[in-house]
């Protein structure tokens, strides 16, 4: 209200709006999951009250889940809402196996307090193997570092706090609520009809399964070319450190002509910023600032990205994506065209995004950069247009730009040592006059004390520009009084010229580099790095230039080559947890087949949606492997206990078992899919982030669900061993077709 008439105050930078609207998605998807899955329950067991039982065990996952986390010090932010939305359709899965088996002993005429103990206990240790599989899955995380663990770390903690409180629930709470809650009522015409399409389905499975057996060699003929066909798809998939988010912003970064006042330059950033307002849809721009020159202010240096006059950043402020037609990639693509048709020569760097994009930069102003080594800066400047001019070859790579800038204009002091020597002064004291007199004695200010107050101030002080803007008035600049009284001038000993020098000179670890910051167009960062490193290296004029990648290509190398150690972990702490069930080192191998056929629809998912490999797909893997084994761990144990326990033929153990456990399998699939529809649909703002990660689960389960359903069974009958007890280690074999015992 203070404000001066015309004259109105907006917000430009509040984070706390994309991170409320993602927060609100992703709530409003926990609640649609929630819905989807109690839907299937439904259909499933055709029992309102075992719906609501099953489903119970989500809330009660969901408050142990948040006082561990509160306890631990994380917050509700995108990670952990995504944890729990990943882990929602496997907190059902321990509750639908056990209220299953309880409903399926209800049926065989138990009573109500016998069918939850005798069901309980009949999938407890399978359960508990699944559940842990899940969890282990989870624990080589820890191995990631820096950026990645510290994200990825509480989406870990919650999944795995939510399958163990899962498996509580299910164990304690599912058998008390079905002994006094479940009851066995007569379904209704509608009820029957469903009922009796499921076991139709389960028999023309069964029927099926029985038939494909006896040829085993061509099912495991037709996984190994899916899994083959899906392995060559997924090394042409495109691969990025962290899915691209909308957050309505984009930062142009600014390089005008060597030696352009702050005037001229702040004249062209405002012409620049209309153009781009202007041509692009109406109500597209909410706002943009420009901002130009160096700053004079310390601390303001230390966020300020500009190193001269001539550089600067304009910063633009789209509409919510919801309110305008152009994703914030096109309305980039668009404005590179306009920048570059309206100012030609101007060099710029262009980044879409806001505090993500930043963040996942690791520090530098570009996605894409690499960074040369030369203690010589003469042939550090040009190793580095090497590279760039090597850059600009490769397809999809745009706004190619040199950090090292050595064509700006200088003034040189060169100090003769012998004149100098002869009035008594010296290199140091010739710099010091010099930068005291163009930029004042910041570094040392005098100190004046009010008289009045006591109160200290630091005072600088200058030469007037107008007096040293050239090399007569500097030459004029007196360094010492001699001891006649007289004025020793700069001149005296110092040869005063003009020159071309770098702006600034880049260091890292003590050495000098620089950096060529680098754009992406239409393609994905890693396959692009690819194709830069082979140019580099093929190409003559940097076969020998000392480079590498830094920001957030090699953070992207980092962490995948971390995951890529964590999967092979994740297996063998898988084996380990099933070779301990089992009591077996050749039944494990079984349930592990079900790992590779997951890639199939896990390439197919992402195909279709356009994405490609990251870090969350990544992580997405990570839980189908748990997932994926513990169905197989289902199917196994069953079988397994026919064939050893009963005496059952291996054939028809494993086709009685595929049987019995088709309906729970079924159901906690299809439930845990249909729970991650709305995050893979990635329809709520802030969902992108989490969208990969839906999708290789929600790709991964179902076709890891459908081939394992006929690839296990058939890999159960090259592993299943028959084991006997001591007393009967030497006595007869009875013969594998006799009856089981009644």
Known sequence: HDLPPGMHAKVYFDQSTFVRSAYHGLKKEIVQALVLIAMVILLFLQSVRGTIIVSVAIPLSFAITLIVLYAAGETLNAFTLGGLTLAMGRLVDDAVVVLEAIHRHRRMGFSPAEAALKGTNSVALPVLASTLTTMAVLLPVVLLAGLARKLFAPLAITVGVAMLASYFVSMAVTPVACRYFLGHTEHGRVGKAVEGLIDRVAEGYSRTLRTVLPYRWAVIAASLILVVAAGWTASRLPSTFFPEIDESMDTLYVRLAPGISVTDAAATMADMGRAITRELPPGTVEMSIANNGMPQNARALLTNTNVAPNTGTLQLAFSDAEHRTLSQAELAAKIRNIVTREFPGVEVLQYPGGLVASVFANGYTAPFVVEVHNDNLAELNEEAQAVADVARTVAGV???????????????????????????????????????????????????????????????????????????????????????????????????????????????????????????????????????????????????????????????????????????????????????????????FVMLFTIPVSLVGIVLALMAAGQGFSITALMGILMVIGIAVSNGILLVDDANRRFNNEGVDALDAVVAAARSRFVPIAMTSIATVIGLIPTALGLERGSEANQPLALAVVGGLTSSTLLSLFLVPVMFLFFAKRTLDEDEEHAPHRPLTEAPAQ
């Open 398 to 588: 745009r706004d190619v730009k040199v950090s090292l800038q050595n064509d700006y204009p200088e003034v040189h002091v060169d100090t003769d040592r012998e004149m100098a020597g002869l009035v008594g002064t010296s290199e140091k004291e010739a710099a010091e006059t010099t930068l005291q007199a163009t930029l004042g004695n910041i570094n040392t200010p005098g100190v004046w004390i009010d008289s009045n107050n006591g109160q200290s101030y630091y005072v600088v002080t200058s030469y007037d520009a107008s007096h040293v803007q050239d090399t007569q008035s500097l030459g004029d600049l007196p360094v010492r009084i001699n001891a006649a009284g007289q004025a020793v001038l700069l001149r005296a000993y110092g040869d005063i010229h003009r020159a071309l020098g770098p702006v600034s000179i880049e260091r890292n670890h003590l050495e000098r580099v620089a950096h060529i910051l680098m754009q992406t167009e239409g393609r994905d960062i890693g396959s692009a790095a690819d194709d830069l490193q082979r140019a580099l290296h093929r190409d003559p004029r940097t076969q020998h230039v000392e480079w590498r990648y830094v920001g957030q290509v090699a953070l992207m190398r980092t962490t995948f080559g971390g995951l890529g150690l964590a999967l092979g972990l994740a297996v063998m702490v898988v084996f380990m947890i099933m070779a301990s069930q089992f009591k077996s080192l050749r039944l494990p």
